[in-house]
């Protein structure tokens, strides 16, 4: 026996009354640490794990949100640009037409306006020609009578043409 015992004290651990109190020791603290720690810690660690999983799950989608709100601002700004620039292009046209009116207008007023001088001085000339023509008749009449009235003689021809032209001098010819 005593090699047998001799065999069994070179091994670690020797099968007695305190080796089996040391293990029900042991497994008693174990399943007390399991329950009043390892269970606790695990909930513990699973409730934040699930906040956390929970808190990136709320920020994916915040930033989903975030980028689908920025494409819809993006695309509204684009067409926001566009109706802008439709507009101006409208008011563009809008005032080339109105340019293009006001610049008819202004060419048929002239042509209006020179049609009117045209016909003023046609009247103005008929007119004067009318006058002239009177006072070309007086003047005849006035010379006939003077050469009806008295024989002339080189002399008096002199006098009477110079005698009419003094009488024309103070008649105001017209252009």
Known sequence: ?????????LGLVEPDITFFFTLANAVIMFLIMKKKLF???SKFIQVREDEIKAQYASA??????ANELKVQYEKKISEAKAEGEQIIK???AKAELKSAEILSNAELQAQNYKKKADKQLADEMT?????LKDNFAELTILAASKVVGK????K???ELIASVINEVGDVEWQN
């Open 156 to 158: 008096g021809h002199e």
């Open 127 to 131: 007119k004067a020609t009318a006058e």
């Open 39 to 41: 269970e606790p810690v």
């Open 1 to 9: 026996m005593v090699g047998q015992v001799a065999n069994l004290r």
């Open 151 to 154: 024989e002339l003689d080189q």
């Open 60 to 65: 994916q989608r915040t930033e989903d949100e």
């Open 90 to 92: 409208e008011h563009i």
